[in-house]
């Protein structure tokens, strides 16, 4: 039936045609002078509205979530330079990349879902942009991960030559390479090897992973998976490092060297720990996806399939602030100062070590000081006398929780001081 449909349209009208035909649906001949209406599939909202609506809510949520971390997660990168100073810059270039697929792929996505095909097929230029930064900002996230591995490695297994190697102007000349490697593989879509345009399964400007399986093979198994598997490997070559140092530490018997060599382990694994949850989540983000792809070469899974591993893949790009946080106290701590929250707990369910006194214990201690304070009775040597009399103080440690609770007035109660006097 279909070849007497192109036969009675090519008999009928001899110009030229256009054939559009995929896997999944229909196919539509429309001739190009014809002034009949193009018939376009009808959008996901429409056709499926449960998965449609729960997909829609996963996506947003995903994406809401990605626009106001991954900001907050570049800004607090660039201001605290203490924070992950090994391979800060890599870490913060990942941000701006996972920027680009929040900002512009994911709000495609939905629009795909509501709109469909039609949407984009009168807006080419506009899908073929989305894809094609899309591939780029995916394969730039990638290759940052691996140099943030690289430098980690460097600077844990071979520290000497990471001030050489990973220098200010090597890490800037680093990232223009990686945005310029990154687009120069994509090209292959530009050049005719793949293609940009709307998946019908799902449902978004994409690359075209049907055109040619072995350059679809080529991006899953090279340009995926290749840096994945080196980031593994780097991680276990990091780990091994960890715990020879571990091994290293028992063995030694001078107190500045153990010291040392602790403070080293203890950023050490701060910030490796970070990479490797990094790692971990792109591997669980991407291997369904790249498993999905090279083993369908004739597009003969559900749409269903397409939808979630496509969903799971673009979720990389908003998990970066939960791994941050997770994976290293300073950067919840960052945060906080950056959002002004409070890093103490309320005063009344709090119970914390101020100079090694409790503060539950000390506080009429401290409210005893503010009074002869304020009344302006007593010196500094005099409330240092109380404050002895107070601990009933018959021996050195006395003396010294003494010392300690006058210098914890002065710092934490001397600006209430200064406040009421004013």
């Not at 990349?97 to 506009?126: H, Q, T, W």
């Not at 005719?192 to 080529?218: I, P």
């Not at 709090?350 to 503060?359: E, L, P, T």
């Amino acid at each position: 039936m279909i070849f007497d449909l192109l036969h009675d349209l090519t008999t009928s009208n001899m110009s030229f045609f256009t054939l559009d035909m995929t896997s999944n649906s229909v196919v539509t001949v429309s001739p190009l002078n014809s002034t009949a209406p193009v018939i376009y599939r009808t959008p996901l909202l429409q056709t499926k509205p449960i998965l449609a609506i729960i997909y829609l809510i996963i996506l947003l949520t995903v994406s809401s979530f990605g626009m106001i971390t991954n900001p907050i997660s570049f800004i607090i990168h660039y201001k605290n330079q203490k924070l992950n100073k090994v391979g800060r810059i890599f870490l913060m270039n990942l941000c701006l990349a996972d920027m680009c697929v929040n900002y512009v792929s994911l709000p495609a996505c939905a629009i795909g879902v509501i709109k469909g095909e039609e949407f984009f097929r009168r807006r080419s230029i506009y899908c073929k942009f989305v894809s094609s930064l899309c591939f780029t900002a995916c394969v730039c996230a990638i290759l940052n991960l691996s140099m943030a591995t690289i430098n980690r490695y460097i600077f844990v297994c071979h520290n000497q030559m990471c001030g050489k190697v990973f220098n200010r102007r090597n890490s800037l000349s680093t990232i223009f390479l990686v945005w310029l490697v990154s687009f120069l593989l994509e090209s292959g879509n530009i050049f005719g090897l793949g293609g940009h345009e709307y998946d019908f399964k799902q449902h978004a400007c994409v690359w075209n992973r049907v055109a040619n399986h072995a350059y679809t093979l080529y991006i899953t198994l090279v340009l995926i998976m290749s840096p994945l598997l080196s980031v593994g490997v780097l991680n276990l070559l990091i780990l091994r490092k960890i715990q020879k140092t571990k091994m290293d530490i028992c063995k030694l018997s001078d107190s500045n060297q153990i010291r040392g060599k602790k403070s080293w382990l203890a950023e050490t694994l701060r910030t490796s720990r970070t990479i490797f949850l990094l790692f971990t989540v792109f591997m669980f983000c991407w291997c369904p996806y790249v498993f999905v792809i090279a083993c369908d070469p004739k597009d003969e899974l559900q749409e269903e399939v397409y939808l979630f591993v496509a969903l799971l893949v673009h979720s990389h790009s908003s998990s970066g602030f939960l791994v941050y946080w997770i994976g290293s106290k300073e950067f919840v701590k960052a945060v906080k100062r950056l959002l002004n929250i409070s890093c103490q707990e309320s005063k009344s369910n709090q119970r914390v070590k101020i100079y090694g006194i409790n503060s539950n214990t000390t506080n009429r201690n401290f409210d005893n000081l503010v009074s002869l304070r304020l009344s302006k009775q007593t010196s500094r040597t005099s409330m240092t006398s109380n404050v002895n009399t107070s601990f009933d103080m018959n021996n050195k440690t006395h003396q010294q929780r003494a010392a300690n609770l006058e210098e914890g007035f002065n710092r934490f109660y001397q600006p209430q001081i200064d406040e009421r006097e004013s």
